[in-house]
């Protein structure tokens, strides 16, 4: 008696076990459709990899006895630190997108 019970559990866990196999390999060929689907369409489309990057002349002048400290990336601007011979501080925020001086912040020791 105690052989049909087991018997009935093992076969009750063996189709939950299918079922949960079965949905882990749709999930699995869904997964790898996405990914294959997403590499080829980015291969295909040629506007995704043709960027035109402008060219910028712009100039930074700074002064004989400053150098540069620091070129810091901070989302929309390039923030360059300076100091000079004196031990002050001078810092530039330019527009990543204009490439135009946005921000000038000078710190002088007294």
């Given at each position: 008696m105690s052989d049909i019970n087991t018997t009935e559990k093992d076969i009750k866990s063996t189709k939950i076990l299918k079922i949960a196999v079965l949905i882990m390999t749709l999930l699995l060929f869904i997964g790898f459709s996405v990914v294959f689907y997403t590499i080829g369409y980015r291969l295909a489309n040629n506007d995704t990899q043709e960027t035109n990057i402008p060219i910028v002349h712009n100039k930074l002048t700074i002064k004989s006895d400053q150098e540069i400290l620091f070129i810091n990336?901070?989302?929309?601007?390039?923030?360059?630190?300076?100091?000079?011979?004196?031990?002050?501080?001078?810092?530039?925020?330019?527009?990543?997108?204009?490439?135009?001086?946005?921000?000038?912040?000078?710190?002088?020791?007294?």
């Open positions: 990336d901070a989302g929309k601007n390039i923030v360059i630190t300076l100091i000079d011979g004196k031990n002050n501080y001078q810092i530039i925020s330019v527009d990543k997108k204009s490439y135009n001086v946005s921000a000038e912040l000078s710190m002088v020791r007294e």
